[in-house]
């Protein structure tokens, strides 16, 4: 079992320190709106996917019913939403405020995978979640005593956490029944293009931008997206929603000290104690969990 587990582990953790990339290539950018920047993030990512998927997933596209096609694309909208949601709180807030709470995901992947998965938990678990919500809070709280446009971003990094969970459950749903390229492929599209027209609506140039951008753009669409959110996506197929989100909250760590190397950007009292406050909640999440798959592992072996 631990063996089998090894790879989708990794997978997990690579996915995740491919994310902290996230924030510091949008920060880098210097023209493109939020918009555009998210765009161009998941166009080009199906762009990259596209010749795999014609040359060996052709057949799968072609014969993917119809409550799956919708099911992707669905998943591509609320995409592309969490991207204009969380690309503008940063804006407003620092990347380690606005990372922390963007991947404050297991609140609402717990709901979601109570009510579509009937996944029960045990009180260790939801403890251990409460913890990480209340050092969510406590992040919060500090920006807010900061300034008002700080808190404003903190909603912002707090809703598109919610529309990034609608992704993953929508992912797990469709994960056994199609391919993680295939199902990606559709969903980076989609979601690209319907941020493309929203850029078009707002009156955004498609392509006036410096070269800095553009590399920023493919570096997104690759790192971030291809390597972090298709590493996850194929996670799934063993991990339910709620520990790939609870997984996720790692991610602030990296993003905060890449922020604090390139921008210098200096990390509050309130994030500092925030940040530890959620990683304690994740190690307990972690403990309980395997615990969990343990003891269910030897009531299984005691029924055969």
Avoid: C
Avoid at 4 to 22: D, H, M, N, R, W
Avoid at 57 to 71: D, S
């Amino acid at each position: 079992m631990k063996n089998k587990l090894f790879i989708p582990y990794t997978a997990v953790v690579i996915g995740v320190i491919a994310l902290s990339l996230s924030a510091i290539f949008v920060r880098l950018i210097e023209e493109a709106p939020v918009a555009i920047t998210a765009s161009y993030r998941l166009l080009l990512a199906g762009i990259i996917l596209f010749p795999y998927v014609f040359l060996k997933k052709r057949k799968e596209l072609k014969n993917l019913g119809k409550r799956e096609g919708w099911i992707a694309i669905l998943a591509g909208i609320s995409l592309a939403i969490h991207f204009i949601l969380w690309f503008e709180s940063l804006q407003y807030t620092s990347v380690a405020s606005s990372v922390v709470l963007v991947t404050l995901q297991p609140i609402f992947a717990f709901i979601g995978t109570y009510l579509f998965f009937k996944e029960r938990f045990s009180s260790a678990t939801i403890i251990s979640m409460l913890i990480a919500i209340f050092g969510s809070f406590v992040i919060v709280m500090g920006d807010f005593q900061l300034a008002g446009d700080a808190f404003y971003g903190d909603m912002l990094a707090l809703t598109a956490a919610l529309f990034i969970t609608i992704y993953f459950l929508i992912g797990q749903q469709i994960r056994s029944k199609t391919s993680v390229t295939t199902y990606t492929f559709i969903a980076y599209t989609i979601g690209g293009l319907f941020l493309l027209i929203y850029s078009l609506l707002k009156g955004y140039p498609l392509v006036e931008y410096p070269a800095n951008d553009w590399l920023f753009f493919i570096l997104l669409a690759i790192i971030p997206t291809i390597f972090g959110l298709n590493l996850l996506n194929w996670s799934l197929k063993w991990f339910s929603t709620s520990l790939i989100s609870m997984a996720i909250i790692l991610e602030p760590i990296g993003a905060s000290a890449f922020a604090y190397l390139l921008f210098n950007e200096t990390i509050t009292w309130s994030q500092w104690l925030g940040g530890t406050i959620i990683i304690f909640g994740l190690f307990l999440f972690v403990t309980s969990t395997k615990r969990e798959r343990n003891m269910r592992l030897t009531v299984s072996k005691h029924d055969k």
